[in-house]
């Protein structure tokens, strides 16, 4: 089992950033993928961003040039650092973890841009 507690979320301006965070714990070996969703009222959950096991990256379109994933092994925390936000970034972002066939999510931390 595979434990994700993301935080960072709140509310900014536009223009504004935050920075999330994604704790990992539990059984953390051979996880292949981490990323970034988003779930906006009304709207299907979305990928933000990923990065893989080898280090790469994958950005959504929408995000490109102003997210930034990252991870940090040694605290076991992958990061997303978001600036230059949106109302239209407003949502919940979801952490998630791939390892192997199995798939792990956190609760959701709420990152609201008013305009």
């Known amino acids: 089992q595979v434990q994700l507690v993301e935080s960072g979320g709140g509310l900014v301006q536009a223009g504004g950033s935050l920075r999330l965070s994604c704790a990992i714990s539990g059984s953390i070996f051979s996880i292949n993928a981490m990323g970034w969703y988003r779930q906006a009222p009304g709207k299907q959950r979305e990928l933000v961003a990923r990065?893989?096991?080898?280090?790469?990256?994958n950005y959504a379109d929408f995000v490109k040039g102003r997210f930034t994933i990252s991870r940090d092994n040694a605290k076991n925390t992958v990061y997303l650092q978001m600036n230059s936000l949106e109302p239209e970034d407003t949502a919940v972002y979801y952490c998630?973890?791939?390892?192997?066939?199995?798939?792990?999510w956190g609760q959701g931390t709420q990152v609201t841009v008013s305009s």
């Open positions: 990065i893989i096991s080898g280090g790469s990256t």
């Open positions: 998630n973890a791939v390892q192997g066939y199995r798939v792990y």
